[in-house]
């Protein structure tokens, strides 16, 4: 049976019960009523023969009118007889219909897993259900012994009493949610409609109640909402409930100055590598160790340095909200910080705290984390702002040297928006052609002629040249510097050969291009230099590839194929910036390199640093036992140059030749060095 169908018997039978009693008591009174009248009839009919005025001498007519007359009372007593006959078949089918319906009433009432309830005006239980004994535990004997309210928790107990009022009023309460005492001492939640039972006079005398045990319902209903505000592997609150409440806070601070608050985003250092290393289940693991040891660390450190003292309305009265953002990326709301020092004292003890090693799956893990503090000192009227600025500090963090705190700024904030409009930029000028290629030469020491240049991508924009330095990086982290290569290369290629045809030379010009590391992680970069070279007629001995030292010494096998693959292009291969990074001699004898280009910091100082003297001549010597040529990066003096020759460098490159130049500009040197040397040239 479904509920509705259910409701309607159990609230409407009772009141209609009493309806066709008084209807049956009607039909009762009124044929006994009729019987009476009849009989009193019947019975003066037959008295009034005794009459005097009947007493006269009988003849035959008197006798037949006698008999007539008995006839007639006959036939009405018979009629009589099958009225009430007829009349007692209708009482009792109406009585045995409402002995049917409250048989039925009653079966359902008894097994129906709703509680049905029957109180009168003054909240005395006339009848209960045997479902408060199934689902409340109470056995009839309980229930009547106390009233029909006193299980129903305090604090729902005037909203039921109102409901309540409303349906001794209206004839039908509204429905109603409260929580009821089970006989355990545990709540149950109940769902309650209730109807009223109207008497002769149409005032309510009793209540009929049905309860619903929605326990169950209101968990789910519950666990759905925590589940939508927190994070299903560590149960903390998630992203969502975090900038809520950050918000909440955030305004808060704004209302009242005394109320200061703390962001503190936490990143563990190297996750991946656990996580590729043990697995991901291991890394689960490790993520719910971590996030129980934050909410622990943060507990303590709210209990032993930060004691409550702000009377700040609407502050929240919860413990700081720890959250997981995602990933391996979490985040603490320091409420009510009484100065600045204390989110770097309690993100100190976090790193204390998660130095300790963990131990999963038997195997002890130590990690480290990153953390970025953004406090309610700033501007922001929305929370994703600070949380922007606790991000940036973050990965200030981890660009620094990871496992430390860095605390947000208006300083780091105005460099984070000037990177992203320089990102934007850089876009934008790859599309439209910003990016102008200049070169600065490379001179024989011996010869004085130029043998070559290094290519270089400059940013021409309307208000001037950018210098690399503020673009290069940038644009080598976004990816960016692969495009704008390629670029350049395709260029630098197309300029050579036509220098090579104007001014031909044995040898011939050379042309030096930077690959980066980008450029290094391509796998399609030796195919793309074949293209260039095929496509712009240069010879491949004519071009060289700088590689950094650091990628040059790299991973061992990933380096030496690549370099491997552009060798057997025919092209020449350089390590740039010699000196500045971590060099394996053997590892240097193995690679297919054919030039070493000595960074500036060593020539610019050479002529007064005995010791960076010393580390030049090293490197000269060093290259020629490996047969490999010297260019010397940097050089801007006369004695610069006079060193370098004697110690054998084949080659330079500075200021003291030429600075990087356009195509225009190298016309001219070139026309130049065909008849005077390059050290005249570049004056």
Not at 576 to 590: A, E, H, M, V
Request: charged content about 25%.
């Amino acid at each position: 049976m479904n509920r509705q169908a259910f409701q309607q018997v159990s609230l409407n039978s009772p009141e209609t019960i009493p309806t066709e009693m008084r209807r049956i008591e009607g039909r009762e009174w009124w044929l006994w009523g009729f019987a009476v009248v009849v009989t009193l009839a019947l019975t003066l009919g037959i008295i009034s023969f005794t009459f005097p005025w009947f007493n006269r001498e009988t003849d035959a007519s008197y006798w037949f009118d006698l008999r007539e007359w008995v006839r007639g009372l006959a036939a009405l007593v018979l009629l009589f007889d099958f009225y009430v006959v007829y009349q007692n078949v209708q009482i009792h089918r109406i009585r045995r219909q409402l002995a049917e319906r409250d048989q039925l009433f009653q079966l359902i009432s008894e097994n129906a897993a709703d509680m049905i309830a029957l109180v009168d005006s003054d909240g005395r239980r006339l009848y209960n259900s045997p479902a408060y004994q199934k689902v409340l535990g109470y056995s009839p004997e309980d229930l009547n012994a106390t009233s029909s309210t006193e299980q129903i928790h305090p604090d729902d107990r005037p909203r039921v009493l109102q409901a309540a009022e409303k349906a001794r009023l209206s004839g039908q309460g509204e429905r109603v949610e409260y929580r009821m005492r089970h006989k355990d001492g545990s709540w149950r939640t109940l769902e309650s409609t209730a109807c009223a039972i109207r008497n002769a006079r149409g005032q309510t005398d009793k209540l009929v109640i049905v309860n619903r045990d929605i326990t169950e319902r209101k968990r789910a209903e519950e666990l759905l909402v925590h589940n939508a505000f927190h994070d299903g592997l560590t149960n903390l609150p998630n992203r969502a409930l975090f900038l809520d409440r950050l918000q909440h806070a955030l305004t808060l601070s704004k209302r009242h100055s005394n109320y200061k608050f703390a962001v503190l985003l936490i990143d563990v250092d190297e996750f991946k590598i656990i996580n590729d290393s043990l697995g991901h289940a291991a890394g689960d693991e490790l993520l719910i160790q971590i996030g129980q040891r934050l909410k622990d660390s943060v507990r303590r450190a709210d209990t032993v340095s930060r004691p409550r003292v702000s009377e700040v309305p609407g502050r929240p009265t919860n413990d700081d909200t720890l959250a997981r953002l995602g990933g391996d990326e979490f985040a603490i709301l320091l409420d009510d910080i009484q100065d600045s020092i204390e989110p770097v004292r309690v993100a100190e003890r976090m790193q204390a705290q998660l130095a300790i090693p963990f131990v999963v799956n038997q195997e002890e893990i130590v990690i480290s984390a990153s953390m970025g503090i953004a406090s309610s000192a700033s501007p922001y009227m929305q929370a994703e702002d600070l949380m922007r600025d606790a991000d940036i500090a973050m990965y200030r963090a981890k660009r620094a040297g990871k496992a430390r705190c860095e605390v947000s700024d208006t300083a780091m904030h105005a460099n984070a928006v000037k990177r992203l409009r320089l990102e934007t930029d850089l876009r934008k000028a790859l599309d439209q052609g910003e990016f102008r290629v200049y070169y600065q030469p490379i001179v024989s020491l011996q010869t004085g002629k130029i043998t070559g240049f290094e290519a270089l991508s400059r940013w021409q924009r309307a208000e001037g040249i950018v210098p690399p330095i503020e673009f290069i990086a940038v644009a080598e982290e976004i990816g960016l510097i692969v495009p704008m290569n390629r670029q350049l290369l395709l260029e630098a290629c197309q300029h050579l050969r036509t220098w090579q045809s104007e001014f031909p030379s044995s040898p011939p010009l050379t042309m030096s291009v930077n690959i980066s590391a980008r450029d290094f992680t391509q796998s399609d970069l030796p195919s793309e230099i074949r293209k260039t070279l095929e496509q712009t007629g240069v010879d491949p001995g004519c071009l060289q590839l700088e590689i950094v030292e650091t990628i040059a010494m790299g991973d061992a096998e990933q380096s030496g194929h690549v370099l491997a693959q552009l060798k057997a292009l025919g092209v020449r291969l350089s390590i740039d910036d010699f000196g500045t990074g971590y060099s394996s001699l053997s590892r240097l004898r193995r690679l297919p390199v054919d030039i070493l280009k000595i960074d500036r910091a060593f020539i610019s100082n050479m002529d007064s640093d005995p010791e960076n003297r010393e580390i030049v001549r090293a490197i000269i010597m060093l290259a020629h036992n490996l047969g490999l040529k010297v260019v010397a990066e940097g050089t801007e003096t006369e004695e610069h140059i006079n060193l370098l020759k004697q110690l054998n460098c084949e080659m330079a490159q500075g200021y003291f030749f030429s600075r990087p130049v356009d195509e225009q500009a190298i016309l001219k040197l070139l026309t130049s060095n065909r008849s005077a040397g390059a050290a005249s040239a570049g004056r």
